[in-house]
């Protein structure tokens, strides 16, 4: 278990061919672990990562599908419910879209969700 700066973490775990590495950490640099990751060979071939929040509670999927009138009207009734703002959620879900469309590119990995 490592625990602290994900970026400080993962140099620490240079060469290291782990199995499986679970990463929930900044979600806005999601795609930068990732490719430190795959840099430095903290996952053997064939190990397993699990990423947190890949789809950002549905937002990551809403906001290619929805229309910003939609968007908006969603956001008003979670935020009556106390629910993240509507910048703040939008925020996470670009930056999770960034990380999946990244992870899917490269051809260095297989996507699973």
Known sequence: LKVG?????????EG???DVVFLDANKKQYA???RLMLDLDVLRVGGLLIVDNVMW??????????SEEERVELSHSRQKRGVMSL??????????HAFN???RGGGR???TV
């Open 87 to 96: 910048v703040e959620s939008d925020k996470y879900a670009l930056a999770m």
């Open 57 to 66: 509670k549905g937002r990551v999927v809403e906001l290619q599908h929805l």
């Open 16 to 18: 290291g061919q782990y």
């Open 32 to 34: 930068n672990y990732l």
């Open 109 to 111: 990995v297989s996507v």
């Open 5 to 13: 700066d994900g970026m400080e973490a993962l140099r620490g775990m």
């Open 101 to 103: 469309e990244y992870a």
